[in-house]
């Protein structure tokens, strides 16, 4: 089936810098998108979500930006903290698909440094 | 609020034992439930999903199966466990089949 990819494995920030972590998509009919982080040993938690009818959605310090001609995603954090180091996975679904939910990505490791 | 629970947090079996892994669901009716598997440094694979009670679908074949006794709880088992089966075991639950929402997992290891 149609997965989400990511580009880059890990990003390495200075703390306070922006991080922008990306995400590409395959499946056209994919209409909702969800970001999560995963900090070690913990599960996945809810960042932010964002409509095929949107193209931008802010949150605090989080901002994702959906291009859906080029089936690309990304999530921007402002003034990076030590405590956004974690795993970042996009994810998306067709809303008028089946029951199975979402399709995950493979994640991008966020590293801050200090 | 919603909450999910998974027990137990960390497990370790050898090689050939069965195995039960408990996920619970509340405040919520009705939820679609998800079993996910996480290897080390690795994305999340589906392993089955439920839409209701007795209702499992299953993603992969695989030496795991699954169960929904009540509305509310999802249970993954396996009668004889593999070296393979060692890993991060992640329930979520839906009610609208978009966002997901996980619990706190179980780390699996199998000697």
């Known amino acids: 089936g149609e997965s989400v990819g990511l580009h880059l494995p890990t990003l390495s920030v200075q703390e306070g810098d922006n991080s922008i972590i990306n995400c590409a998509y395959s499946?056209?009919?994919?209409?909702?998108f969800i970001w999560y982080k995963q900090e070690s040993g913990k599960g996945p938690q809810f960042i932010i979500d964002?409509?095929?009818?949107?193209d931008k959605r802010q949150g605090q310090r989080v901002t994702v930006l959906l291009n859906k001609t080029v089936k690309h995603l990304s999530l921007q954090i402002a003034a990076t903290q030590p405590g956004d180091s974690a795993v970042y996975f996009c994810?998306?679904?067709?809303?008028?698909?089946?029951?199975?939910?979402?399709?995950f990505g493979k994640g991008t490791h966020l590293i801050i440094q200090p | 609020s919603q909450t999910i629970h998974q027990w137990p947090a960390t497990l370790v079996q050898p090689v050939g034992s069965p195995l039960s892994l408990e996920c619970t669901v509340e405040?919520?009716?009705?939820?679609?439930l998800y079993w996910y598997r996480q290897a080390a440094g690795r994305g999340l694979q589906l392993l089955f999903y439920?839409?209701?009670?007795?209702?499992i679908s299953s993603e992969v074949p695989q030496n795991l199966s699954a169960s929904r006794p009540q509305d509310r709880q999802f249970i993954l088992s396996s009668k004889k466990l593999l070296l393979s089966d060692s890993g991060f075991y992640l329930c979520?639950?839906?009610?609208?089949?978009?966002?997901?929402?996980f619990g706190p997992g179980t780390r699996l290891l199998v000697l």
């Open positions: 979520a639950w839906s009610v609208n089949q978009e966002t997901q929402y």
């Open positions: 499946n056209s009919a994919s209409d909702y």
């Open positions: 964002i409509r095929s009818n949107m």
């Open positions: 994810a998306e679904i067709d809303s008028g698909g089946g029951a199975d939910g979402l399709t």
């Open positions: 405040g919520t009716s009705n939820p679609n």
């Open positions: 439920s839409v209701g009670i007795g209702q």
